[in-house]
């Protein structure tokens, strides 16, 4: 007899995170996972150290974090779910409700995990084209079906780095089933300052089938203790504590997050450095031929020319060879981009110069 899992499962490539090593080099600049250029904030590193013992569980239901959280944003902390970074809560929406059958409804250069989650719940994933790196809620809409049953936004996109406007959330929330739910991944939303954005939060008040994610990888620093958390309404929320692990958030990482919010000074400099290199980036690699969208979370997405020498997987070799690791992203259907992540000075400056160098060779 063998052991066979559900039908999607085997359907799944395995995620594959950001490359962090290069031959030849004890300390490469990795700038492949969108991780943040100023590191955690040392309220947090100091909240992390301070733990002596670690013989208890953590707080299962993360209270006093969830209580920083609501704090900070204005918001019930009864409304709130914490994870073990928001690609747990992401899953978790999948896990709570799919059915074999339904389809799960993002854009066609959408986050991955959406596909991911969709076929590990034998789910069907439907990924709608988009228009010059951009969600087309047209498209989105136009590939509504009566099994459409969760659709997924990331709102800014990881890895195209653009986002819609809430007026066009909104026309797309209006075209759904209403019994879909829509599942708006704002992960960069502290990076974003445009007069037209709006995270998820006002949906969510308005709406029982609106959730947002969000998490604590980026502009606070702390990926590496996985720390997300969920905004819903009290019947969504109610779901994803009845299935989510009991004990899914550190007490390392509860106490660092906590901390991280109180850090408004910090954040101010993470987003600062982010918006000057950022802008930077953007413009030094336009003026030497490489197309770059107009990207508003802490990283670029690089489009690089078709011809023979300046290719992709050419310009990839050339920067590992230098210590500088990027993220190819072929896998997300962009074979001839990479993306790059705003990092410190040094990093950012050595990647353009070994761009220039690459394109006029």
């Known amino acids: 007899m063998t052991a066979t899992p559900k039908p999607g499962v085997l359907d799944i490539v395995?995620?594959?995170?950001?490359?962090?090593?290069?031959?030849?080099?004890?300390?490469?600049?990795?700038?492949?996972?969108?991780?943040?250029?100023?590191?955690?904030?040392?309220?947090?590193?100091?909240?992390?150290?301070?733990?002596?013992s670690l013989e208890r569980y953590p707080d299962g239901g993360a209270w006093l974090l969830r209580e920083a959280i609501g704090k900070h944003y204005g918001l019930s902390p009864d409304q709130i779910v914490c994870g073990n970074g928001s690609d747990e809560l992401l899953n978790?929406?999948?896990?709570?409700?799919?059915?074999?059958?339904?389809?799960?409804?993002?854009?066609?250069?959408g986050f991955i995990v959406y596909k991911l989650a969709a076929l590990s719940n034998s789910a069907v994933p439907v990924a709608a084209p988009e228009k010059n790196f951009h969600t087309d809620v047209d498209a989105m809409l136009a590939a509504v079906t009566p099994k459409t049953r969760l659709v997924?936004?990331?709102?800014?996109?990881?890895?195209?780095?653009?986002?819609?406007?809430?007026?066009?959330?909104r026309r797309l929330h209006a075209g759904l089933?209403?019994?879909?739910?829509?599942?708006?991944?704002?992960?960069?939303?502290?990076?974003?300052?445009?007069?037209?954005?709006?995270?998820?939060?006002?949906?969510?008040?308005?709406f029982d089938n609106v959730v947002m994610t969000r998490t604590f990888s980026k502009i606070y620093g702390l990926a590496g203790l996985r720390v997300g958390w969920a905004y819903g309404?009290?019947?969504?929320?109610?779901?994803?504590?009845?299935?989510?692990?009991?004990?899914?958030?550190?007490?390392p990482a509860q106490r660092a997050a906590v901390a991280a919010l109180a850090d408004a000074a910090h954040v101010q400099a993470a987003l600062a450095h982010n918006e000057k290199w950022r802008g930077w980036l953007t413009k030094e690699l336009r003026a030497i031929g490489i197309n770059v969208p107009d990207s508003l979370g802490n990283f670029v997405l690089l489009q690089f020319p078709a011809e023979k020498g300046h290719a992709e997987k050419e310009a990839d070799a050339f920067l590992h060879k230098r210590g500088l690791i990027l993220r190819p992203v072929a896998n997300y259907g962009l074979p001839d981009c990479l993306r790059l992540t705003v990092g410190p000075e040094d990093a950012n400056r050595a990647v353009v110069e070994a761009l220039k160098e690459f394109m006029a060779s």
């Not at 992960?187 to 998820?200: R, S």
């Not at 309404?233 to 958030?249: E, H, K, Q, T």
């Open 177 to 206: 089933p209403k019994d879909a739910l829509l599942v708006i991944d704002a992960a960069y939303a502290e990076f974003v300052h445009a007069d037209d954005y709006e995270p998820g939060i006002e949906l969510v008040n308005a």
């Open 152 to 169: 997924y936004l990331a709102n800014p996109n990881n890895p195209t780095g653009t986002y819609i406007p809430q007026s066009e959330v």
């Open 233 to 251: 309404s009290p019947a969504v929320i109610d779901v994803l504590n009845r299935v989510r692990g009991p004990f899914n958030v550190s007490i």
């Open 14 to 52: 395995p995620y594959v995170a950001g490359r962090s090593h290069a031959p030849g080099f004890d300390e490469p600049h990795k700038l492949s996972s969108n991780e943040s250029a100023l590191g955690p904030s040392p309220k947090a590193l100091e909240a992390y150290r301070a733990l002596t």
């Open 92 to 109: 978790l929406i999948a896990k709570a409700y799919l059915r074999p059958g339904d389809e799960v409804l993002y854009s066609q250069f």
